[in-house]
């Protein structure tokens, strides 16, 4: 596979939302917000958006990941802002066809939109093994359908916490 994320890779993403092209199935982005530091939110915030270019690009979805662009809005260290994101990204999920997961863990707010996608009888890709157990706890915490869940390993960046980096998926093992 060559080499995705080059020069000007997210000035690319903003074209391709900015396009609008509603004929493409909607998918939303569950990944990682919070983090111990502001960097690590930031870096995590840019993290969404290597996931949403590698799904429009690579998998041909239009992808939505409010946690990509929403914390420069709303702050999430205050509890007020913090619910308005929340409830904006479930409102979001809704609109979407098929739910995400990407990255190696699960953060609470993921908890919440695996949970909503559960009951929505929604289908959820996960990319990486381990979440992927976690995500089918999860489901079934939700009385949700658990045959609606699918473990991916087409597209193993999707299970890198650096996407970007486009090392580290070369390391995953494969699993059948």
């Known amino acids: 596979m060559r080499y995705l994320y080059g020069k000007d890779w997210e000035q690319r993403l903003e074209m391709k939302m900015l396009e609008c092209d509603r004929s493409k199935r909607k998918a939303y982005i569950c990944s990682p917000l919070s983090a111990f530091t502001d960097d690590e939110v930031l ?26 662009y929403l914390p420069i809005l709303l702050c999430d ?3 007020v802002e913090r619910a308005i994101a929340l409830k904006y990204g479930l409102s979001l999920l809704e609109t979407c066809e098929l739910l ?6 699960i953060s ?7 949970a909503h996608a559960a009951k929505l009888r929604m289908p959820i890709y996960v990319f990486h093994e381990k979440v992927y157990l976690e995500v089918l706890e999860e489901v079934r915490k939700s009385n949700g359908d658990v045959s609606m869940v699918y473990l991916d390993t087409n597209h193993p960046q999707l299970a890198c916490a650096h996407p970007i980096t486009n090392l580290e998926w ?7």
């Open 108 to 114: 609470d707010g993921m908890r919440g939109e695996i």
């Open 100 to 105: 995400l997961v990407c990255g190696k863990r």
């Open 77 to 79: 260290k205050i509890p």
């Open 170 to 176: 070369l390391r995953l093992p494969v699993s059948v």
């Open 43 to 68: 870096r995590n915030m840019h993290v969404a958006r290597a996931y949403m270019y590698y799904v429009i690009e690579r998998m041909g979805y239009l992808a939505k990941a409010p946690h990509a």
